[in-house]
C-alpha cells in the first residue's frame, strides 16, 4: 500500500514539475524573460500588451456594484494577513533552527509580478498584488506547517485529505504504530530533499 502511494505521489509531483515546465515555455510566447525575480517585455511584447489595456475609467464605469460594495470586506482581510505571515515567520525562525528543520525561503512561496503587466490598470494592479500576496502566504504557511507536522507527528490521515502538502509522502501509514516508533527519529530529520 505505502509503495503505491509513493508512486502516485511521485507521479503527481512529475506532472507538476511538466507544468512548470510548460508555463516557462510560454516565456517565449509572451516574448518575456526573467532574470533575478524581474521580468522583462521585449518591445513588441509591451506593445502588444498596451493594446489589451482597460483604461481606470472605463474600468470602474463597468465595475459590478456590489464587486464595488464588497471590496473592503475582501481588503479587510490583509490585517490578520500580515499579523499571520510576522507569526509564522517568526515561529519558524525561532523553532526551526533548535528543531534541526530547513526554513522555509518566503520569496519561493510570495511572489509579485503582476505589476509588469502592461495591460493591468492601476486598480487591476493593486488587486494582483493583494491576491500574489494572500495565496503566497497560504502557500508559505502551509510549508512551514507540512515541515512542523514532519517533525512532531507525522502520520497519514485515515480520512480522505482535499490536498496534500510537500512533506506528506514523508509520513507513516495511519494505524503504523512500529514503524513510527522505530523510525521516527530518521524521518524527523529528513529533509535532504529541501534547500535552504
Not at 64 to 92: G, K
Request: glycine letters at 4%.
Amino acid at each position: 500500500m505505502a509503495d503505491r502511494l509513493d508512486e502516485l505521489l511521485a507521479r503527481m509531483h512529475q506532472l507538476q514539475d511538466e507544468l512548470l515546465e510548460e508555463l516557462q515555455r510560454q516565456q517565449k510566447r509572451f516574448s518575456y524573460r526573467v532574470l533575478r525575480r524581474r521580468v522583462y517585455f521585449t518591445r513588441r511584447g509591451i506593445a502588444e500588451q498596451r493594446q489589451h489595456l482597460l483604461s481606470l475609467g472605463r474600468y470602474l464605469a463597468r465595475a459590478n456594484p456590489l464587486h464595488v460594495l464588497t471590496a473592503p470586506l475582501v481588503w479587510s482581510c490583509a490585517v490578520p494577513a500580515v499579523l499571520l505571515d510576522a507569526t509564522a515567520s517568526l515561529y519558524q525562525w525561532v523553532c526551526f533552527p533548535i528543531y534541526g528543520i530547513p526554513r522555509v525561503r518566503r520569496l519561493d512561496y510570495i511572489v509579485f509580478d503582476h505589476q509588469f503587466l502592461k495591460y493591468l490598470n492601476a486598480v487591476e494592479k493593486l488587486n494582483c498584488l493583494y491576491c500574489s500576496y494572500f495565496n503566497g502566504l497560504i502557500a508559505y504557511v502551509q510549508e512551514i506547517g507540512a515541515r512542523t507536522e514532519q517533525f512532531w507527528c507525522p502520520i497519514k490521515h485515515a480520512k480522505r485529505v482535499k490536498t496534500l502538502h510537500s512533506r506528506y509522502k514523508l509520513f507513516f501509514d495511519y494505524g503504523d504504530g512500529e514503524r513510527y516508533r522505530s523510525e521516527l527519529p530518521k524521518v524527523r530529520r529528513d529533509f535532504g530533499d529541501v534547500e535552504e
